[in-house]
């Protein structure tokens, strides 16, 4: 796990085509403050990214890899996947926002990368820039939002 520099680290250059991907709701001029707050975690193939139970207090934006978002069936005691995450998507937001455990396990389906947000760095980005933090967070709840309708239309699909 590296911190990141935003001066010196091309993970978090806001002209690469990744960066631009993963923070598309911002300026350029914002994902550069942005990136200040964030952190660099990496994980290899079949690494646990985030363990369903787990009370961890980030959540990431994937700069780079696949990940694959695993929960076990109570049912048939199985683990299935409920998603494939690819380049650009955020994961680990429902944790971030409620501070609960993770809810679902997230393995790496290859290496991957994630820009990370800590909860005290958003609390940091809140007292500092709280135009910046307001669309951070706007950004999550879009994202849930839309991951909650999804789910709904699944559902009603098996009924």
């Excluded at 079949?46 to 980030?58: H, I, N, P």
């Excluded at 683990?79 to 501070?99: C, M, R, T, Y």
């Excluded at 706007?138 to 309708?149: A, C, Q, T």
């Amino acid at each position: 796990m590296d911190s990141i520099n935003p001066i010196n680290c091309v993970y978090c250059d806001a002209q690469t085509e990744d960066i631009r991907k993963a923070f598309n709701f911002l300026s350029i001029e914002e994902i550069e403050e942005l990136c200040t707050y964030l952190e660099l975690r990496e994980w290899q193939a079949d690494a646990v990214v985030m363990k369903e139970g787990a009370a961890e207090d980030y959540m990431g934006f994937l700069i780079e890899g696949k990940l694959v978002v695993k929960n076990k069936t109570d049912y048939w005691g199985k683990n299935i996947i409920i998603a494939i995450l690819e380049k650009g998507a955020v994961v680990g937001e429902g944790a971030f926002i409620d501070s609960g455990p993770r809810s679902n396990n997230i393995i790496a389906a290859e290496p991957s990368r994630l820009l990370t947000l800590s909860a005290p760095k958003m609390e940091e980005l809140i007292v500092k820039n709280p135009a910046l933090a307001i669309k951070v967070m706007k950004r999550i709840l879009y994202i849930m939002s839309k991951r909650l309708r999804k789910a709904g239309d699944r559902i009603s699909e098996l009924l």
